[in-house]
């Protein structure tokens, strides 16, 4: 059964639809899924219809963590087991205006799993910048690119000691699915962050959406790996990493962005790549 149906009323080419499609082969109809405001949750169901096959909570924008955390608490108190609890957040919610009740789990080690399907940006009310914008990004609100640079997630989630934490992307299902599958297996808090591009936000078209999530990946800014025990292990590495210019000038968002800009993003993305090899044990990336 398709638990998260073709009737969803997201756009074509939606990265986020795309995500939770594959999330949801991994997951299985044992699991309740909590999404607080964001475009997720408009797409899936709203007024008299439904996309999900499962159990779907709409909670308030701030607090999906800490429902899904009430949640479990509800099915251990009933001596239910063998139901995945999942708070699923876009980037707001999980960066931002989440991120208090996101901390609280991960610090109190509930069992859930929470995964922010980044678009890196606030689509569901009109594209404003938000913690995980790209620096030089054009939004709404920074008309000029965005000046400062975004918030590194996934490093300030591994600061919480989590039971399980991996990186994905939408235009590798096999990895995301994979990772979801070894979270749903650990009992404890797991966190999971997944490059989702909204072409209306990065100016691109619709049949972009998996290339660009690609590219990302193949010029190093978004690296896949995951993090158990404090043990990390890159999970794709491409045969040879493209320049970051051929991700940047594809993009729209990126019109302000110069040349200075392009070269010393190249520059960082080239050191993080070498730490991110040594964490993993000292092997070379292309």
């Known amino acids: 059964m398709d638990?998260?149906?073709g009737g969803h009323s997201g756009c074509r080419g939606c990265g986020a639809a795309i995500a939770m499609r594959q999330a949801m082969q991994a997951l299985g109809p044992r699991t309740i899924m909590v999404i607080p405001a964001s475009c997720m949750a408009t797409i899936g169901g709203s007024g008299?219809?439904?996309a999900w096959n499962i159990p779907f909570y709409h909670s308030l924008f701030a607090c999906a963590p800490a429902v899904a955390s009430g949640v479990r608490a509800a099915l251990e108190i009933r001596g239910i087991e063998g139901v995945k609890v999942v708070s699923w957040a876009g980037d707001a919610?999980?960066?931002?205006i989440g991120f208090q009740a996101l901390s609280g789990a991960a610090e109190r080690n509930e069992d859930i799993i929470h995964v922010c399907y980044d678009n890196e940006t606030y689509m569901n009310t009109g594209g404003q910048a938000g913690g995980t914008t790209p620096l030089s990004a054009w939004t709404p609100d920074t008309p000029a690119g965005k000046p400062t640079k975004p918030k590194d997630m996934p490093a300030l989630m591994a600061a919480h000691r989590p039971e399980y934490l991996a990186t994905a992307s939408i235009a590798y299902p096999r990895d995301f699915i994979e990772k979801l599958k070894r979270a749903a297996e650990v009992k404890g808090f797991c966190y999971l962050h997944v490059l989702a591009p909204c072409h209306r936000g990065w100016g691109i078209r619709e049949e972009e959406t998996v290339e660009m999530?690609?590219?990302a990946v193949e010029c190093g800014l978004w690296i896949l790996y995951e993090e158990r025990q404090g043990r990390q292990r890159l999970t794709v590495v491409p045969e040879k990493r493209l320049p970051v210019r051929e991700y940047i000038l594809r993009q729209q968002r990126f019109r302000e962005c110069r040349e200075e800009d392009?070269?010393?993003?190249?520059?960082?993305?080239?050191?993080?790549?070498?730490?991110?090899?040594a964490g993993a044990g000292g092997e070379e990336l292309g």
């Open 3 to 5: 638990l998260f149906t």
């Open 213 to 215: 999530a690609r590219l």
């Open 48 to 50: 008299l219809k439904t």
């Open 262 to 277: 392009i070269e010393a993003l190249q520059a960082e993305v080239d050191q993080r790549w070498q730490r991110m090899a």
């Open 93 to 96: 919610g999980t960066a931002d």
